[in-house]
């Protein structure tokens, strides 16, 4: 049997950890000198739970 390995460059940490689903990353989280990739659905699920935890925080 044949091993088939995808490698995507910054892809979503998120999907990966779920299911090992290769989904590009459209943004990063950095956080005490570590770096997480989201793709646009965990981007959106993290920012609620973090802004929910946190507050709205300062806007750019």
Do not use: P, S
């Not at 590009?24 to 609620?48: D, M, N, P, S």
């Amino acid at each position: 049997m044949a091993v088939v390995q995808i490698t995507i460059d910054n892809g979503c940490d998120g999907c990966f950890k779920k299911d090992k689903t290769a989904r590009e990353g459209v943004t990063q989280i950095t956080l005490a000198g570590r770096t997480w990739y989201l793709c646009e659905e965990h981007e959106t699920k993290f920012a609620a739970q973090f802004t929910e935890l946190m507050g709205e925080g300062e806007t750019q």
